[in-house]
């Protein structure tokens, strides 16, 4: 009977304790930082931030992607005089063999924002920057369906182009991840093989 006692006041002592507000901290804390991470106000000034002995930056991981970012490009761009890499792009694939419907309709509108204005909303090379010879730009845009260059070129050197720029036409790769470029790009290529088909489809009869 006191064995039970001495067991039951154990018991007592013990759910008291536990269920006490008491505060306590431990003796030592392996990595502080870890255990207490520091407050950040959002859109704060930060540069001042190593001084205080916190390390922090806003740029992600080296050598981390973002879910569904495609991977990088791997082909550099080419120094000044060189052509090198700009014709390695040739072999490079677009992931996209093709779009569904809500990716089409996407792709049209990138084209439209971004390369309509001088490529044309027909990609005859006629955009409002031509307008026929009568734009404020001093030369034609290339025509991404007649051009005997661009109509054939690979996606990869397209791909190439449009991420480091080429000739008067400047990078993109700012303005278009690198799923959106593949994208415009594809969106290029079928309105490319829409015109070859019909190009090649025999005229009517006459009556």
Known sequence: MKKLS??????????????????????????PDMAYSRAYETYADHSNLTEKGINYTAMPVAGTIARGEEMPFHIAKDQPGDTTNYYASRAVKNPYDSLSAADLVEAE?????????????????????WKNGDGPYPSAPKNLIADPIVSVMPDGQMFYSVTYGKNLMGSYASQLSRKQRWMVIRFIKDKQKEAKAGAAAPAPAAK
Request: hydrophobic content about 40%; glycine content about 10%.
């Open 109 to 129: 509108r990138l084209y439209q924002i971004n390369c309509g204005i001088c490529h044309g909303k027909k990609l005859d090379g006629n955009g409002p920057l």
């Open 6 to 31: 001495v067991i039951a006041l154990f018991a007592a002592v013990a759910t008291i304790v536990s269920c006490s507000d008491v505060k306590r901290k431990p003796g030592t804390i392996y990595m």
